[in-house]
């Protein structure tokens, strides 16, 4: 599933400098854990769908 943000950033990719483009990858990367650890936490199961209904991602629940 992309998002706006990523469509933006792959439209400016040949103006990014190459340590601007790891910044935001890793900001993104710290982002997708922190969302694990919260739906890891929940007590209820949470199965996220991508645009095509394939599974990616459930939690332990």
């Known amino acids: ?4 943000f990523i469509d933006k950033l792959i439209k400016r990719m040949d103006r990014l400098e190459p340590g601007e483009v790891q910044g935001i990858v890793l900001e993104l990367l710290r982002e ?4 694990e650890k919260v739906f890891e936490a929940l007590q ?10 394939k ?3 459930v939690n332990r629940v």
Do not use: H, P, W
Not at 32 to 35: A, L, R
């Open 1 to 4: 599933m992309r998002s706006a």
């Open 32 to 35: 997708k854990k922190f969302q």
């Open 44 to 53: 209820e199961g949470v199965i996220l769908l991508d645009t095509e209904g």
């Open 55 to 57: 599974v990616s991602y």
